[in-house]
């Protein structure tokens, strides 16, 4: 046998070992780790994710729950696990970032440029504030996985596109309070989205009346964000919250209003209310870029306004996952 191959054979173990070495650091330590700190088994039991359509929104809601529980069970210690695996939280649909309940970044796998940064006063290119609408977000009792919808940039790319992000709020074992996030960028309209701000805009209404009517119109409120406006309307029909016009000069009667094929959506979704609290009306309208018909969702909720019933409404495409 030539010296060579006798060469060649003694160093294959210690390639091959070398090579699942490697294989050991890089995925499943990680896994080993993640187990370890969230259990064998049922890591997801205190996560409900019924209300989502999508996989890509079920991934992102876990992607960023997983974070949390790092943070939960390693305290600020696990920080240095984020940025040390910067690149294991940074995916070509969404990445991760922690903040401080001022706002003040402390890990973004995105843009490593942000961080020790404060961004409580950074608005997108709509005006809608985003931090502080994260804050206001995680203290909403409809918003269990504290939802926020605006204009971001993609890493690497030089233009906003419209994203949607979710959130936890987590104490660490030394008492600090962080929170954690993640979005997709092109997000899919889930019917939560809708449902969330419906919520909170028919209770902001039965609390405040009319005093609560510049914040829904406001359109870099949470009850706006791209097509989506959230709207109110009397038992007959009259408007008091355009989704059009912050004050429409147009009498229009919604009760008399139809879908592209002569149905009804707004009565009967009324109707609908006299045995629920909240409604799901489907309808067709004209897709803007196709010009075919589409089926749009509508979620609509009653309640009251200087001793009336009112509706308020909002509506999106219906969810159409493969």
């Known amino acids: ?69 790092i943070l939960k069970e390693q305290g600020l210690a696990g920080l240095d696990y984020f940025r040390n695996n910067r690149q294991r939280f940074q995916t070509k649909d969404h990445y991760l970032y922690i903040y401080d309940m001022d706002c003040n970044n402390i890990f973004h796998s995105g843009m490593e440029n942000l961080e020790n940064t404060n961004l409580i006063d950074i608005t997108d290119k709509n005006g809608k504030q985003v931090a502080k609408l994260t804050l206001q977000a995680l203290q909403d009792p409809n918003n269990p996985h504290a939802w926020v919808h605006y204009s971001w940039w993609e890493p690497g790319k030089f233009y906003p596109v419209p994203k949607s992000s979710c959130h936890f709020k987590v104490t660490t074992p030394e008492g600090k309070e962080l929170f954690v996030g993640g979005g997709i960028n092109y997000p899919q309209e889930e019917q939560e989205f809708i449902r969330i701000i419906v919520d909170d805009a028919a209770e902001l209404i039965k609390e405040k009346g009319r005093d609560a009517f510049p914040e829904i119109i406001d359109p870099t409120s949470q009850f706006n964000y791209r097509d989506v406006r959230v709207f109110a309307f009397r038992s007959d029909g009259e408007i008091v919250i355009s989704p059009v016009l912050e004050d429409s000069l147009a009498k229009i009667d919604l009760l008399e209003c139809s879908d592209e094929v002569g149905h009804k959506p707004f009565i009967k979704a009324m109707k609908g209310l006299h045995e629920n609290d909240v409604v799901w009306e489907v309808f067709l309208a004209k897709n803007r870029f196709r010009r075919e018909l589409v089926k749009k969702c509508m979620c609509l909720r009653k309640t009251s306004l200087d001793g009336e019933d009112i509706y308020v409404g909002a509506i999106t495409d219906l969810p159409n996952p493969p």
């Open 1 to 69: 046998m030539k010296s060579s191959d006798r060469n060649i054979r003694h160093h294959k173990p210690a390639r091959a070992s070398h090579q699942l070495q490697n294989l050991y650091l890089s995925i499943i330590f990680p896994i080993i780790l993640l187990l370890v700190i969230t259990g064998c088994s049922g890591k997801y039991d205190e996560l409900d994710l019924s209300m989502y359509h999508y996989r890509d929104t079920k991934n992102l809601v876990k992607f960023v729950f997983d974070a949390a529980q």
